[in-house]
């Protein structure tokens, strides 16, 4: 296994389109996170799944955020009506059980102009 | 309420220097866990150290040591003899014993970008 992989890398979008990204994490893992980094911040917590359900979900996932892990394998986070302000590097993590840290993909770069 | 802060923004030091990268917590849990990250340029993050409350042993892995000290809420992290391959951005996380056990978030601070000269 090659670590948590995210696609695309990159995603440039208008304003006002959907874009949906994908994690697929180490395999043996339950457990997955997304989280959101600005540019100079560090990441903030956006929401977690263990197995295929969704355990909790940050203030900052607003009802144009909606993520999913379907059969508790790879995930998906879509953004519907993007705005300025959602362009960040988006990061999953997995995880099994307490584990050692979380392992991070290198994250999907969105930017919306 | 949970909170990390990492006051340095940026340092920057020549080669063979030692640094300490500082990170102050807020929690008001007894039970909780500490963290170092390293995200080079790539921007994968990488997890570097894990460190429960009750364990305030400091640590030595290689080139790299952290002091843990519950009296002042800090977990510094220094690096012995930096290297040009250390410059990344460092994030130290706190997460509630309960939260974590139950598998959730993490807590990050700002980060500390360091930068090691030739």
């Known amino acids: 296994d090659t670590g948590v992989s995210q696609n695309p890398r990159h995603k440039i979008t208008k304003r006002g389109q959907n874009v949906t990204f994908r994690c697929d994490p180490i395999?043996?893992?339950?457990?997955l996170y997304w989280y959101r980094q600005t540019l100079g911040q560090g990441p903030e917590f956006l929401t977690y799944?263990?197995?295929?359900?969704?355990?909790?979900k940050s203030r900052l996932l607003s009802d144009r955020f909606s993520a999913e892990r379907p059969k508790g394998s790879f995930s998906t986070l879509e953004i519907q009506r993007t705005e300025q302000g959602d362009s960040a590097m988006y990061l999953c993590?997995?995880?099994?059980?307490?584990?050692?840290?979380?392992?991070f993909g290198s994250g999907t770069r969105l930017t919306v102009v | 309420a949970q909170k990390v802060t990492q006051a340095q923004t940026e340092i920057s030091v020549v080669e063979k220097e030692d640094v300490t990268l500082d990170c102050v917590y807020e929690t008001r849990d007894t039970t909780y866990y500490l963290f170092w990250y390293k995200q080079p340029p790539s921007g994968e993050l990488v997890f570097l150290i894990r460190r429960n409350s009750f364990d305030e042993q400091n640590e030595i892995s290689g080139r790299y040591s952290w002091n843990f000290q519950k009296s002042t809420s800090s977990f510094n992290f220094t690096i012995t003899a930096s290297q040009v391959v250390d410059s990344a951005v460092y994030f130290c996380a706190l997460s509630e014993g309960r939260i974590y056990n139950q598998g959730g978030k993490l807590i990050f601070g700002q980060g500390t970008e360091l930068s090691v000269k030739p």
């Open positions: 993590a997995s995880s099994y059980g307490q584990g050692d840290g979380y392992t």
């Open positions: 395999s043996e893992h339950n457990r």
């Open positions: 799944f263990q197995n295929e359900a969704q355990l909790e």
